[in-house]
């Protein structure tokens, strides 16, 4: 059974910069990507940042030059630097194994202004 575990997120002033965490653990033997995605009240999921094998990595235009997100094995991080409030959302990891895709439970990221 795999199991995604998230942490790092929490309440912050605009401008500031947090860094989420997410580890996954169980039966995975090929790892496509990892990533995050979050989701705003009476919003879709939308993606937020990717990185695939080989390092390639993609982000929505809105948090371009401002999240950077990078993966150690089975972890993914993304450090989220000048934070808005439009980036309240609960974020979710996000693992992609051949066709089927795996979710965390998602942590809150709260930019007050």
């Known amino acids: 059974q795999v199991q995604l575990v998230e942490s790092g997120g929490g309440l912050v002033e605009a401008g500031g910069s947090l860094r989420l965490s997410c580890v996954a653990s169980g039966s995975i033997f090929s790892i496509n990507a990892m990533g995050w995605y979050r989701q705003a009240p009476g919003k879709q999921r939308d993606l937020v940042a990717t990185?695939?094998?080989?390092?390639r990595t993609q982000y929505a235009d809105s948090v371009k030059g401002r999240f950077t997100v990078s993966r150690m094995n089975r972890q993914v991080y993304l450090q989220m630097n000048s934070l808005k409030p439009e980036d309240t959302a609960v974020y979710y990891c996000?693992?992609?194994?051949?066709?089927?895709?795996?979710w965390g439970q998602g942590t809150q990221v709260t930019v007050s202004s």
């Open positions: 990185i695939r094998n080989g390092g």
């Open positions: 996000n693992l992609a194994v051949g066709a089927r895709d795996y």
